[in-house]
Structure formats: structure tokens, C-alpha cells
Nanobody, 113 residues
Framework: QVQVVESGGGLVQPGGSLRLSCAASRSIFSIYAMDWYRQAPGKQRELLGS???????NYADSAKGRFTISRDDAKNTVYLQMDALKPEDTAVYYCHAWGTSIWGRGTQVTVSS
């Protein structure tokens, strides 16, 4: 039973932008805050930020200034807008329902020239 699905990853040049999407089932989206994480090769999964059901956002220091989280309630979708991308942003990006064990399968982002 797929409940959270990420999309939008790909290959982008340094300095470029990418918008990731996380589509969730209505039962999840309407109840839980949603988080974005990433995991680079050989590193631990890292929290980037979250958005509440009311639209309030919080960001980790590594995401402040370049990453923006938003949500579209009509589409049950959360977005991660990433700007000024760097090679060190290369990772698998995951969506997560806060306080639960519900994770998406992730979407690969590669920043390279």
C-alpha cells in the first residue's frame, strides 16, 4: 500500500534548481506534518525541514536560504524547491510523515557538470 511517493529528481548542473514533489494519500496529508530528508552515499539520513498541516515551515541549517518547502492541499502534495544546487546536495531525497514510520522510496538528485 503506497502512501507517500516522491518524484522530480534527476541530474542538474551546479547552480541549477530542482523541485521535488511528494504526493501523499489524503488520510496522511490531512493529519500529519510532512518532512523532507536526504541521504548521501555513506552518510546518515539528514532532516532538511518540515511543514505542518497549517503551512508553517522549519528548516535545518543546511537547508536554510536555498531550500523551500511548500504544500498544495488540493493536490495532497508537498514540494521541496531547491535552488543554487551544489555537488554536495547529491543524495536520495525522501518524504516522511512526521511522527510515523511512513516513508517514500526516495528520488535521486545528482548535481554534477
Amino acid at each position: 500500500q503506497v502512501q507517500v511517493v516522491e518524484s522530480g529528481g534527476g541530474l542538474v548542473q551546479p547552480g541549477g534548481s530542482l523541485r521535488l514533489s511528494c504526493a501523499a494519500s489524503r488520510s496522511i496529508f490531512s493529519i500529519y506534518a510532512m518532512d523532507w530528508y536526504r541521504q548521501a552515499p555513506g552518510k546518515q539520513r539528514e532532516l532538511l525541514g518540515s511543514i505542518t498541516t497549517g503551512g508553517r515551515t522549519n528548516y535545518a541549517d543546511s537547508a536554510k536560504g536555498r531550500f523551500t518547502i511548500s504544500r498544495d492541499d488540493a493536490k495532497n502534495t508537498v514540494y521541496l524547491q531547491m535552488d543554487a544546487l551544489k555537488p554536495e546536495d547529491t543524495a536520495v531525497y525522501y518524504c516522511h510523515a512526521w511522527g510515523t514510520s511512513i516513508w517514500g522510496r526516495g528520488t535521486q538528485v545528482t548535481v554534477s557538470s
